[in-house]
């Protein structure tokens, strides 16, 4: 792959050197003209493009969003995944669950995931890498988990198919050659009591850990009690420097939630609630 | 109303034989259930002379009625309950309608051996044009006489022909009360023939009725009336029924096509036992399966394969195809299915079969014209991909491998998620509203919804702060506070906060399927919530909020 592109870049400079011989002629705004077509759709194939991700959770991940053939790796959430495949699914990309018998099928629609263009394939067996494989060739966002250990030339084999592809995998679990590895830790539950209420919203601190660079973590509602992600803090739909959602940010149905009103989090939600008024 | 056919000049009505066999439904039921063997007297007898009273029943009413069971009264139309009040002796089968249609095929195959083009007007009732056999056989009347003949030969005795100008008025002729079973309406004859009939014979129900109300009873009286003011009161419609009662029916007989036959069929002598050796024997006529079905110009959306084995067992299975089968496809379908038809001995993937197969047989189910299946130039290149992608891993794994999901109707979470393996069709919903997911479902659980739900719940455990197991009695009374629970068999975790019980009583009227649970959400100290389900003194862990 990346021979490939040295190669284009060769390609490209031969093409300039050309343009230069032809400089001065009636056709140089022609040549200009389709170079920059050139360079443009050489930034789409050849630069890693992000996939739209869900605004909570792509501002922790390394290049602002989920990356078109890379890896991630996922621990002990299935929201968290949902998280992750809620964006693309939303902006129409197909999505691969393989060897996760027991994902959540309504919690996926809840979370904003497209049923229509999810597939699923619970027990892949002692395929699951020709099955990952295979599916990584004609879905967008793969997900799968790893029965044991795959071998290190399998794992590359597989990085490059997806890069080739373009597809992103997203491994539960270890994985070698991972982008950014996502991580949940301090869940806290509210809406339940001792034998009373019910489980309603829960907030989790988020921690994203990539190869370069420091973790980052946030803490994020997972889901909120409206089964939405966001940001504690934040709004359903944070749009920074517009007056009119300033305005309407009070949400009713926050203010009228029971449960959280005595927690920390909703205090702090509260001066932020205020600021943004103000 | 429809404005399409506006005061075309009809052609000509054409002379049309119609031959009516009265009772067919009653015909067809007595045959079949000769051929069963049910109706103890009648074997070795002719099925249509037996004497039994027999009435079949289409939604809750009589749909029709053998000779004798109307001799006692009985009628069409009449409630079951009623019917045997006035016939107590009265056997009662359900209507089906496709057992007419099949018991009619001997009859108009014997028909068309006769005279060539036959229309089905409705089970018991064939259409053929009159013109090649009158020429043929010297004579309507000789015609008709050979038309009897060949259905006396068959065992169907009572049967009626009429000819007259135009299907309606032929039917009618058959139909006509008299003691010769060929009533031959001259040609030109037809209005003075219809003209003493009730107007109900037009079929539709409605005019009928208004025109009684207007004071018109006779199809007589009605073809007085001037062909325009029938337009202006009643439309296309009424201009279409006023020629009929003029007797100008111009409708043609159009012959039945005999539908090709699509299947296609292998038999294994010596049988094979292996589901290589199998699939490989048939994918030369899998690819001439298609082949036909490419030259009579059709794509095929669903095919039914059958298996014959050996020991006599015979599987069968429909397959559906989101677009058009190819014969790779159709060789995929018969080694999944024979992989999947429990003929296998040991493992599942494993290749040999229990007892040798002996015969494949395929047959087209749904057809379609291959111009809908023809692909475009562009756009429909993204799902065909994925299609293939996952028709490919499929065949690795076999049919139900590859699944799509839709949320279900149900209270526990596993009967919320229906999974359809890729390619056969959903569940579809009857309605938009009857969505069995957004029906209210009391006692499902509340939202959030678990992300992880696992496919067979797992034993828990959950005690008291004094290490004694917590249970429920009949009030739903808890025996004691939860403190610590297990989920795993061998960690004991503290409780940080629960929430229940929520009890769920299913199906209470059926002792098989009943199911009375508790279901309560724990969240242990570390802030992972379960949802545990306490059923007849056991916890399991039924979902997981991770």
Known sequence: MAIDIFEGMFEYEGMTSAAAVLDGSPTRATVDELQARIRSMQATTLDTRTIPTHPAIARLLPGGGLKEGATYSVENSAVLLMALLAGPSAAGSWCGVIGVPEFGVEAAEHFGIDLGRLVLVPHPGEQWLDVTAAIADVLGVVVTRPPKRASDSSVARLSARLRQRGATLIVLGPWPQSEAMLSLSDSHWSGIGQGSGHLSARQATVTVTSRMGRPRSARLWLPDPHEQFREVGRFAQPEAGSPHEASSLPEPANLHEPAYLHEPAYLHEAAYLHEAAG | ?546
């Open chain 2, 1 to 546: 109303m429809r404005r399409t056919s506006s005061l075309a000049p009809p052609s000509a009505p054409m002379r049309t034989i119609v031959l009516w066999c009265p009772d067919w439904p009653i015909t067809a039921a007595l045959r079949a259930l000769d051929a069963l063997g049910t109706l103890g007297d009648s074997t070795g007898r002719d099925p249509a002379a037996v004497d039994t009273p027999l009435a079949l029943i289409d939604a809750g009413r009589v749909f029709a009625c053998s000779a004798s069971a109307r001799s006692e009264g009985v009628r069409r139309g009449h409630r079951v309950r009623e019917a045997q009040a006035r016939c107590p002796g009265l056997q009662v089968l359900d209507y089906d309608q496709a057992l007419d249609i099949r018991a009619f095929e001997p009859v108009l195959d014997a028909i068309e051996e006769t005279m060539p083009g036959a229309q089905v007007v409705r089970p018991g009732t064939c259409a053929v044009r009159a013109r090649g056999p009158a020429r043929y056989y010297g004579g309507e009347e000789e015609a008709a006489l050979w038309l009897l003949d060949a259905l006396d030969a068959l065992g169907i005795h009572g049967s009626r022909v009429g000819i007259a100008d135009g299907p309606f008025t032929a039917e009618h002729a058959a139909r006509s009360p008299q003691r010769q079973r060929i009533r031959i309406v001259p040609e030109g004859g037809s209005s003075e023939f219809l003209a003493g009939m009730p107007v109900g014979l037009l079929g539709e129900h409605a005019l009928a009725t208004l025109l009684r109300r207007l004071g018109i009873r006779t199809l007589g009286e009605f073809a007085q009336l001037h062909p325009q003011d029938i337009e202006a009161r009643f439309g296309d419609e009424g201009v279409r029924v006023h020629a009929l009662a003029l007797g100008l029916d111009s409708r043609p007989v159009v012959p039945r096509v005999v539908p090709e036959e699509l299947d296609s069929v292998v038999g294994f002598e010596p049988p094979l036992d292996r589901i290589d050796q199998v699939t490989f024997g048939f994918r030369a006529s899998a690819d001439r399966f298609i082949e036909q079905l490419v030259r009579a110009r059709l794509v095929c959306t669903s095919i039914r394969i059958e298996v014959d084995s050996e020991s006599g067992e015979l599987s069968e299975r429909t397959w559906l195809h989101p677009r058009s089968f190819t014969a790779a496809d159709v060789v995929d379908r018969v080694r999944w299915q024979l992989q999947g038809s429990g003929s296998i001995a040991g493992n599942p993937f494993g290749s040999g079969l229990s007892s040798g197969i002996t015969r494949v047989r395929v047959v087209p189910e749904s057809v379609d014209a291959i111009g809908n299946h023809e692909q475009g130039l562009w756009g429909t290149g993204h799902d065909e991909r994925i299609h293939h992608g996952l028709s490919r891993v499929q065949s690795m794994l076999g049919h139900g491998a590859v699944v799509t999901a839709a949320v279900g109707g149900g209270r526990t979470l596993l009967d919320r998620q229906s999974l359809v393996a890729w390619g056969d069709r959903a569940e579809t919903a009857r309605t938009e509203r009857a969505r069995p997911d957004m029906l209210p479902w009391p006692g499902q659980l509340p939202t959030p919804s678990p992300g992880t739900v696992f496919e067979a719940p797992r034993p828990a455990m959950v005690i008291d702060a004094a290490g004694v197991a917590i249970d429920l009695d009949l009030r739903g009374v808890l025996s004691g506070t939860p403190a610590r629970f297990s989920t795993d068999g061998r960690t004991l975790r503290p409780i940080g906060a629960w929430a229940g019980p929520w009890t769920v009583d299913e199906r209470w009227w059926d002792a098989d399927t009943s199911r009375r649970a508790s279901r309560f959400q724990v969240v242990d100290d570390a802030g992972a919530a379960w949802l545990l389900v306490l059923d007849s003194h056991l916890w399991w862990a039924e979902a997981r909020y991770d």
